[in-house]
């Protein structure tokens, strides 16, 4: 069973991902746009994922130090299983 730290690196990976493979055809790869019937948030969404890749970053640095601290667990986190 993966450990609360491996599955928020798996999580992180997989928003990073996202970003990566972000072009002109795709929702956040394009600029905003506006007009009759139109509103999609294309930077929007850009720039939720990437206050989500941050967030990632720091639950990761938290939760390695804490592990380090605990000498290789981090508790109840331990089981943590992301579906």
Known sequence: ???YLEN???RRDAVAAE????????P???PDQ???????GHMGYKKSLLDELDRYDKLIEKA??????DG?????????EIL
């Open 28 to 30: 956040g790869g394009k």
């Open 34 to 40: 506006t007009g009759e019937g139109v509103n999609p």
């Open 64 to 69: 390695a130090s804490q592990e380090a601290a």
């Open 72 to 80: 290789g667990s981090v508790g109840f986190f331990e089981t943590f």
């Open 19 to 26: 970003l990566a493979a972000l072009d002109s055809t795709k």
């Open 8 to 10: 928020l690196t798996t």
């Open 1 to 3: 069973m993966a450990t």
